[in-house]
């Protein structure tokens, strides 16, 4: 039976039809197609184009039905194939798909768009050399069709080839002058060929084509962000948002800028959003959580890591961030088993722990070196072949940036004021490169004492690296590792030809782009040296350089001003509450427990931390009223003064004392340590070696409980030992700010001199020479 003839009728609906389609009224277009199948149910044709307009109305599901139906009647129709391809995919069924563009193709071997259709399946496979091949032969067929180039620039940029990648979208622009997505992916590569503002603005043409292009003011803002332009990023995260409310990562990432910009409440706002809208956001609580615990709101930051940890114990760092939060707090419920696994996951090679918060748990120097190795391998792999810079050789002064956010009233800046204001301005030139933006009494003095005080503060790491090469910048010496918010991007790109890790971090960085750390053979004994990427400049005395200037008030203050015992021993400790962990804590409560009378005198700063270490003293049956805690002085000469009112400094493990530890020391207190493996856990063994008080170095924890209650029943031990720290104090190296700047110096001449031979960095012994 012959098939039935289209009637003029007929023909004038489907022309109407078609004039319906071409003018993008789809659903209309449908409603009269669909009329004519009535009449003509096995017309391939017309089953193919109402299965194209459906799909283009966002009906895949639908429109795969229209496909099979049109198939069944002619198999060999490619493009139907191809379109039943298109309709797969969008359903998540890459494989499928696959078979319907293979398919099309064996039907049409010069069907361009099939192949560009597959080569976007080969490429969500990852399959990129299959990807490559088929938009290759796409542009063979079609050389001026600018899709395939754009989307081969894809495959290249993914493949870091980027030269490719570059030259492949600006071709797909030429052809395609109106190409919204070949801008957007030009700027993505301009962006990983390190052309930020090349980059910004071809997101903004990619805008100025396409106004609801959600994806561009993501990027754009993400970008602004890495650029330390952080109001305008907000921007963008706005415009991104206006188009997409509901957006989880637009939500969080615009948190994370309202907090740079100290917009807390907004900041929050954010990523409570993030939660309502999806409750599993792992880093929503995350961010949440870090926020919370800047502000010090402890109990509720300790609420959000757990939320989080529930949701995902395995999210990376997340382990280590939680259970550092949990000792802010003294909250040590389930601290055994969570940082047992914590470590078993470090050694595992698991992205389980931040560095710093490492240090707290551990003094093993292997997992420290692992955490290190993981953090730099997720953060900064990409720069890790930045390209080294040599030697300058057209100034006679070695020139020394250091590099920091806490050029203010900070430990760092406490201990290092006067080795800046010493320096030798004849052999050297000392800048700052600042970005930090906190300004104290502290901030002035260390303004003056520099050359030049630079504030980096919103310029991206990239314009950091280039200000320091112009500057020809010999030395860059990092004084904040992996602390705080600090800013490790500017070495991991090459700021200097010799990079030095300096005071701020007590550990190993494990990164490919650190040329040296400071140290002494305390701190890191030669036995250790493999367990350290950088290498070791060792110092004649202590790596810790202090301020001799340090004023000390003369005021009297009596204990009763500090509700402390007339009589009784007072110990005390005024390490930041992380830094006690329950081994300690037990040890100096059984120290108490020995010695009648005595108290402990803590940091009272979080009132958490305080009760938490009470209800714990009552549980090792001390009774807690034995813990004293102070408040912060408003003036730090007055806390120095104060610290006379204590007999004996206890020190913390693994984590030792650092500042509080010199604070202690120049105050006149005795302070007892027993060290570790680790140098966080060697540092006060290394002050008590450079002021020669060595028999305040414990072997085990056992001696230093032993040493602790000797030195309160034996008050005449003590007595000798305070006198021989008087007597040391202004006449051993610990405090002589001029000695430690000189040797300093001497190792920065070293290693400069080593660098101009050609000489790769190798370990720099200056005890030997004192």
């Known amino acids: 039976m012959k098939p039935k003839a289209p009637s003029e009728k007929h023909i004038a609906l489907f022309q109407q039809a078609n004039k319906l389609h071409q003018s993008g009224q789809l659903p209309e277009a449908v409603t009269i197609y669909k009329k004519l199948l009535q009449d003509f149910p096995k017309d391939s044709e017309l089953l193919e184009r109402i299965g194209t307009l459906t799909l283009m109305q966002g009906n895949p599901a639908q429109s795969v039905g229209f496909f099979q139906k049109s198939l069944q009647i002619a198999p060999r129709h490619a493009l139907a194939h191809c379109n039943l391809g298109i309709a797969l995919e969008q359903l998540n069924q890459p494989d499928r798909a696959l078979v319907s563009y293979n398919q099309a193709i064996s039907l049409k071997p010069d069907f361009a768009e099939a192949y560009i259709n597959r080569g976007i399946v080969f490429y969500q496979q990852q399959r990129y050399d299959q990807a490559l091949a088929d938009y290759h032969q796409a542009i063979v067929l079609k050389p001026n069709n600018a899709m395939p180039y754009n989307h081969r620039g894809v495959v290249f940029l993914k493949l870091n080839q980027l030269p490719q990648a570059l030259q492949d979208c600006q071709t797909a622009i030429v052809l395609s002058p109106n190409y919204a997505e070949a801008y957007f992916n030009l700027a993505s590569v301009l962006q990983a060929l390190n052309k930020p503002e090349q980059a910004i603005q071809s997101f903004d043409h990619a805008i100025a084509l396409n106004p609801a292009y959600f994806a561009a003011y993501f990027n754009k803002a993400n970008l602004l962000q890495d650029l330390k332009k952080p109001e305008q990023a907000l921007q963008s995260y706005n415009m991104a948002l206006s188009l997409n409310p509901l957006n989880v990562d637009t939500l969080i990432n615009k948190g994370v800028v309202c907090q740079e910009l100290n917009r807390v409440d907004e900041a929050l706002n954010c990523f409570d959003q993030a939660i309502s809208i999806d409750p599993q956001a792992v880093p929503a609580y995350i961010n949440q959580a870090s926020l919370l615990q800047n502000l010090k709101r402890f109990e509720e930051s300790l609420q959000s890591f757990n939320k989080a940890y529930t949701l995902n114990p395995d999210y990376d760092f997340l382990l280590g961030q939680y259970l550092f939060n949990k000792l802010q707090i003294c909250d040590w419920n389930n601290l055994r088993v969570l940082q047992a696994e914590l470590m078993a996951k470090i050694a595992g090679g698991a992205k389980a722990g931040m560095p710093l918060h490492v240090l707290a748990f551990t003094d093993n120097l292997t997992l420290q070196h692992n955490a290190a190795a993981n953090w730099f391998q997720d953060r900064f792999l990409q720069d890790q072949a930045a390209p080294g810079i040599h030697q300058y050789t057209d100034h006679s002064k070695i020139r020394i940036a250091y590099i920091s956010e806490d050029f203010h009233y900070h430990p760092v800046s406490v201990l290092a004021a006067g080795l800046f204001e010493s320096h030798d301005r004849d052999k050297f030139q000392i800048y700052a490169f600042s970005y930090g933006n906190k300004k104290d009494d502290l901030r002035k003095r260390l303004e003056a004492a520099f050359d030049e005080f630079i504030d980096i503060q919103n310029l991206s790491d990239q314009q950091v690296v280039e200000l320091a090469v112009k500057m020809q910048i010999d030395i860059a010496v990092d004084l904040a590792g992996y602390t705080g918010d600090s800013r490790s991007g500017i070495f991991?790109?090459?700021?200097?030809?010799?990079?030095?890790?300096?005071?701020?971090?007590?550990?190993?960085?494990?990164?490919?782009?650190?040329?040296?750390?400071?140290?002494?053979?305390?701190?890191?004994?030669?036995?250790?040296?493999?367990?350290?990427?950088?290498?070791?400049?060792?110092?004649?005395?202590?790596?810790?350089?202090?301020?001799?200037?340090?004023?000390?008030?003369?005021?009297?203050?009596?204990?009763?001003?500090?509700?402390?015992?007339?009589?009784?021993?007072?110990?005390?400790?005024?390490?930041?509450?992380?830094?006690?962990?329950?081994?300690?804590?037990?040890?100096?409560?059984?120290?108490?427990?020995?010695?009648?009378?005595?108290?402990?005198?803590?940091?009272?700063?979080?009132?958490?931390?305080s009760n938490n270490l009470k209800t714990a003293a009552e549980q090792f049956g001390i009774d807690p009223e034995r813990l004293i805690f102070a408040t912060r002085m408003e003036l730090p000469e007055q806390h120095l003064a104060r610290l006379k009112l204590a007999d004996l400094f206890l020190d913390t493990f693994p984590y030792n004392a650092h500042a509080t530890a010199s604070d202690a020391l120049w105050a006149g207190l005795p302070l007892l340590t027993y060290p570790g493996e680790s140098y966080a856990s060697r540092v006060s063994a290394s002050l008590l070696s450079a002021i020669q008080l060595p028999e305040l170095i414990a072997v085990s924890q056992a001696e230093y409980k032993s040493l602790a209650i000797e030195l309160a029943v034996k008050p005449e031990k003590l007595a000798d030992i305070k006198t021989r720290l008087a007597q040391n104090r202004l006449t051993t190296p610990l405090f002589d700010t001029q000695r430690y700047t000189i040797h300093l110096e001497a190792a920065y001449s070293r290693m400069h001199q080593r660098s101009l031979k050609g000489f790769a960095p190798d370990v720099i012994d200056l005890s030997i020479d004192d």
């Open 492 to 609: 991991a790109k090459r700021a200097a030809p010799l990079q030095v890790s300096f005071l701020g971090y007590a550990g190993t960085l494990a990164a490919a782009y650190m040329d040296y750390i400071i140290a002494d053979k305390v701190v890191i004994p030669e036995a250790c040296q493999r367990q350290y990427l950088e290498k070791a400049i060792y110092l004649p005395d202590s790596f810790q350089v202090t301020d001799r200037s340090r004023e000390i008030s003369d005021q009297a203050f009596s204990r009763q001003q500090f509700a402390l015992p007339e009589h009784g021993f007072v110990y005390c400790c005024f390490n930041n509450a992380y830094k006690i962990n329950p081994d300690i804590f037990q040890c100096w409560m059984s120290i108490l427990a020995e010695v009648a009378g005595s108290v402990l005198w803590l940091s009272g700063d979080n009132a958490t931390a």
